[in-house]
């Protein structure tokens, strides 16, 4: 298979390079740091993986396109969209700055990425985009409004693409994860409920791909606690709420 990764130099993306490195695999992993997606490659190739890396930032959307018309050359079985950014749990207005750098980061790089390749998944009638979201974007706490919101524009796209490509024998998948240990939750100050080991998310994540799960949101019991809470009165979701707040010290 030819499996393309993004985000693939450090936390789920390191992790799932490494899963799916075989000789029966040629991997494209994506990444800006180029040290660290080079050990990555060289942890692949001794696995028996083909491996083909590329130094880019997902933010550079030109480039990106141009990624895509490059990657559309040759047949894709399956396209992993892991790369993105938190900018942790913090009190006040999230800066406009950080507010863009997130949308960027987390959504419209997805697009970019994207459009020169769907046309070529549709000429080959087959192929898999795989979406990394999160449980975040199901409920969005007052501490995470810019990360919530970014999750939750690539769950309405992911939703919008599986409608537009499955008659084209294309499969679009959405996988939410809860918390899991990595660079990016490592900088949370509070107690993150079931937190999970890399290597346990990245088993759970690539059982769904094998199931061809359309949404798959784990872990079950966090998940069906957001499902409990949304189905709430307003009233008691804003006492939760700032009791959650409270706990983490807010």
Do not use: W
């Amino acid at each position: 298979m030819r499996i393309i990764i993004t985000g693939a130099s450090s936390g789920l993306g390191e992790a799932l390079a490494l899963y799916y490195a075989s000789n029966k695999n040629q991997l494209v992993l994506i990444a800006r740091r180029e040290d660290r997606l080079t050990d990555v490659a060289a942890r692949c190739q001794k696995k028996g993986a083909s491996v083909e890396t590329i130094i880019a930032d997902v933010n550079d959307f030109e480039g990106m396109r141009k990624i895509g018309e490059y990657l559309s050359e040759q047949p894709i079985d399956r396209i992993i969209l892991n790369a993105g950014v938190s900018v942790g749990h913090g009190g006040g207005i999230t800066p406009f700055e950080d507010f863009e750098r997130l949308f960027k980061t987390n959504f419209l790089s997805v697009h970019a990425l994207l459009e020169p390749i769907i046309p070529k998944l549709i000429e080959q009638k087959f192929g898999e985009i795989v979406c990394i979201s999160s449980l975040a974007s199901l409920f969005t706490m007052p501490t995470s409004i810019a990360y919530s919101s970014s999750k939750r524009a690539l769950n309405a796209y992911a939703e919008g693409l599986h409608y537009q490509l499955k008659p084209h024998g294309i499969t679009v998948m959405t996988i939410m994860p809860g918390f899991i240990d990595s660079e990016m939750t490592q900088k949370n100050r509070f107690k993150m409920p079931f937190l999970m080991s890399t290597e346990e998310g990245v088993m759970r994540i690539t059982h769904a791909i094998r199931q061809k799960r359309i949404r798959y949101a784990f872990p079950f019991r966090f998940y069906l606690i957001i499902r409990i809470v949304l189905l709430l009165p307003q009233s008691l979701r804003d006492k939760i709420v700032n009791f959650t707040n409270f706990k983490k010290g807010q």
